[in-house]
């Protein structure tokens, strides 16, 4: 069973960094590109970007593009995204989700909420 | 980039009712067109692919056609299981569409 289990909540200060992970099993993590969505109430869904494990290939979305940096563990089937310095604006839920063979988006992560208060 | 623009944003019907949801491209994206539907606090789950292709354990009231520009989802017979909200994404070069709340009537 493909499964993509996300890190836990966080509430984090404006400012401060932050890695939050997505770790693959039940398939050949470093073959299939790992997407991040961001979800928001007022925006809906939105795609950040993606990552091929395999070699840390990345393309960002325009929106996103120097704001996160996404990076990947092909020893331990992890991908990550990170910030370097969160804005309240990056309060939203995150979803990692893996991009099948002519499916996009096939098997999705739990979530992962990130709180940055003002 | 390549717009989608989904519709309606929200949609009130009854059980047994048939359903259509319409996704529009700024321009054509010849079938890269899939559909979701996300649950209260679940992640989306795929529905549709290549935009009439039924995902594997998907029920077969839930169709997809289009291509091009302009695509619909269709429940062919509304369950108490579809209130959810779906979700239109184009992955000719990636964007969302900004989803339908399928309510109870």
């Known amino acids: 069973e493909v499964r993509l289990v996300q890190s836990g909540a966080e509430v984090k200060q404006p400012g401060e960094s932050l890695r939050i992970s997505c770790q693959g099993s039940g398939y050949r993590f470093n073959t299939y590109w790992i997407a991040w969505v961001r979800q928001t109430p007022g925006k809906g869904l939105e795609w950040m970007g993606i990552?091929?494990?395999?070699?840390?290939?990345?393309r960002y979305s325009p929106s996103f593009q120097g704001q996160v940096t996404f990076s990947a563990d092909k020893f331990i089937d992890t991908a990550y995204l990170h910030w370097s310095s969160l804005k309240t604006s990056d309060t939203a839920m995150y979803y990692c989700a893996r991009n099948g063979d002519d499916k996009p988006f096939d098997s999705w992560g739990q979530g992962t909420l990130v709180s940055v208060p003002s | 980039d390549i717009h989608v623009t989904q519709s309606p944003s929200t949609l009130s019907a009854s059980l047994g009712d048939r359903v259509t949801i319409t996704c529009r491209a700024s321009?054509?994206?010849?079938?890269?067109l899939a559909w979701y539907q996300q649950k209260p606090g679940m992640a989306p789950k795929l529905l549709i692919y290549?935009?009439?292709n039924l995902q594997s354990g998907v029920p077969s009231r839930f169709s997809g056609s289009g291509s091009g520009t302009e695509f619909t989802l269709t429940i062919s017979s509304l369950q108490p299981d579809d209130f959810a909200t779906y979700y239109c994404?184009?992955?000719?070069?990636?964007?969302f569409g900004q989803g339908t709340k399928v309510e109870i009537k």
């Open positions: 994404l184009q992955y000719y070069t990636w964007a």
């Open positions: 290549k935009a009439s």
């Open positions: 990552i091929y494990p395999g070699d840390s290939e990345t």
């Open positions: 321009q054509s994206i010849s079938i890269w």
